[in-house]
């Protein structure tokens, strides 16, 4: 299984090859910015791939390390493509939402775990834009259905002919906050159901009894990409903004972190009978 080659994966791979070839040469981040006359912070961000680099950039460091001229035409290439233009590059959204959505588009498995809300790939229009009215922020209405749109068209991963394999675990607290209202949440657990119906997606609930456990602080993700130098990544979500977690010892304790909740989680089929009974409860309560 391969993911989609997204602007988004040839930054990171090209930002990867690029701190190899620095690493290689023996040179520090300092001594390549004073040799190219620019600040440590933009060879820093370009490294990370928080920054794209421009064909101007790649051949100045193709030089600095001595790099044959089949590897700068590849990494030349790289440059290229990352600044193709992607199908969310037309929304206006912030750089980090829309790191993620090209993570989401580049990966082969994803292992997301929200402990208050429904998660993205799998919220229906009515719930996202309750959710989104919800936040708190003065939006317009066509800003409002902007953002919906996007958060729906995020969900086109999971109907590739060869879509990733998405594991989600989220806390009961999520099947039972009436976002949107009754109809809307009635809705939105069917939508879930529905999703548990699908070969490539495992969905678990974390029920009240599980009681302390390690994801309390909070949603976080883990993007597998496969086929790439650029590793795999985790996406964590916050008030103060979302940020990207790439290194080894990053990723394996969020990978142990996300089994240990799965397995204190309740079964996959024992979920589909607490969502089931989750919506008959909510369904009930409605005013007649």
Known sequence: MVGERTPTLRRRELAARLRALRHASGKTIEEVARELLCSPTKISRIETGRRGAVL???????????VSPAEQEHLMALARESKERAWWQGYDIDASYRTLIGLESAAT???????????????TPDYARALIRGAGERRTEQEIEEKVTLRISRQRILDRPE?????????????????GGREVMVRQLDALLAACERPQIGLQVLDFEAGAHPGLPG???????????????????????DFYLEGSADLKRYRRIFD??????????????FITAVRDQIRASEPR
């Open 56 to 66: 101007r950039d790649v051949r100045d460091l193709c030089r600095l390390y001595d």
């Open 109 to 123: 498995a994803i292992s997301d775990y929200q402990p208050n809300v429904v998660p993205g790939l799998l919220q």
């Open 163 to 179: 879509p990733p394999y998405v594991s989600f675990i989220i806390d009961e607290s999520a099947t039972r906050r009436l976002v």
């Open 219 to 241: 949603s976080f993700g883990i993007a597998e990409i496969e086929e790439s130098p650029a590793s795999s990544i985790v996406f964590v979500e916050g008030h103060q903004g």
């Open 260 to 273: 240990q909740l799965r397995s204190i989680a309740l079964s996959p089929k024992s979920s589909v009978e």
